[in-house]
């Protein structure tokens, strides 16, 4: 695709964007256009009311004094406009003023650029007053519709804290008295929470305690290791060594050629061969004596 192409491409994208700008905007000058002369009739009709209404008043008393009476003209509805619409009309005149000069200036900084980069230049449309009103009266619409939920929310808030500051009431600390028994009353004091329960954690046993628990456990499971006799009176040797088992600490003992390991916490006991630890456990089915 050539250049040409490309900007005849762009510059139908932003006709058609332009256009349909434009369409949006009639549309919301012909709703603006009705809900005008709607209120332009009612404005003229309540005018004509109140001018009727003060020229009897003004006749009667003419009347009264023998003047001669001139009655306040009406003119035509097209040629009528409130004071609203005065004020209105004069508002809108100066922004309108203001906004076409500052498109103006806008159009130039953007035609000066796109004849620098060789693109095409469309202009902002300059829209006709009555636009510029339509346009204006539905942005001031949402505008007015936001503070209005602003000062709904200020207001709530207001009542609600004038509400608590009014029912709030003061009621002072009052302490604690016991009654003496002189009848005097002084402040009551409380002793100091303590925990009564002691915190305890099983203890690291000593080697000696290890042999024990191991002499029990080879006397309740000797045959299952394979020994031809109870060796629990035999010689159980530590082997001067602590290796973690399953995440506890354990002391090694060798007895009958076999090596056993006890948790220092006593919590279980191991056979080890092949390299595996194999749990071992006493039936405690009968009498040992552990001071032996």
Request: glycine share 4%; aromatic share 10%; proline share 4%.
């Amino acid at each position: 695709m050539s250049k040409e192409e490309k900007n005849a491409k762009k510059l139908a994208k932003k006709e058609a964007k332009q256009e349909k700008k434009n369409v949006k905007a009639e549309a919301a000058v012909a709703k603006a256009k009705a809900k005008a002369e709607k209120k332009h009739a009612k404005d003229y009709e309540k005018f004509v009311k109140d001018t009727d209404k003060k020229n009897q008043q003004l006749q009667a008393k003419a009347a009264k004094d023998g003047k001669e009476f001139t009655p306040i003209a009406i003119p035509a509805i097209e040629e009528f406009k409130s004071k609203g619409e005065l004020k209105a009309e004069k508002a809108t005149a100066k922004a309108y003023a203001a906004y076409i000069k500052k498109i103006e200036k806008k159009n130039a900084k953007t035609e000066k650029k796109c004849a620098k980069k060789g693109q095409p230049f469309v202009p902002i449309a300059i829209p006709t007053e009555e636009e510029f009103a339509a346009t204006a009266v539905n942005g001031n619409k949402a505008g007015k519709i936001f503070m209005m939920i602003i000062l709904v929310l200020l207001i709530w808030f207001l009542v609600y804290f004038m509400i608590m500051f009014i029912s709030y009431q003061y009621q002072p600390r009052v302490p604690d008295v016991t009654e003496t028994e002189g009848g005097s009353k002084v402040a009551a004091t409380y002793e100091t929470y303590s925990n009564p329960h002691e915190i305890t954690t099983t203890p690291d046993y000593s080697i000696a305690d290890a042999k024990l628990y191991l002499k029990q456990t080879l006397k309740d499971n000797w045959s299952d290791l394979g020994y031809s006799s109870d060796p629990s009176n035999s010689s159980i040797s530590y082997n001067n060594r602590i290796e973690k088992i399953n995440g506890a600490d354990c002391y090694m003992f060798t007895c009958g050629g076999k090596t056993f390991a006890v948790s220092v916490k006593l919590s279980a006991a191991y056979y080890c061969h092949n390299g595996e630890y194999s749990p071992l456990s006493f039936n405690n089915t009968d009498e040992f004596n552990w001071n032996n």
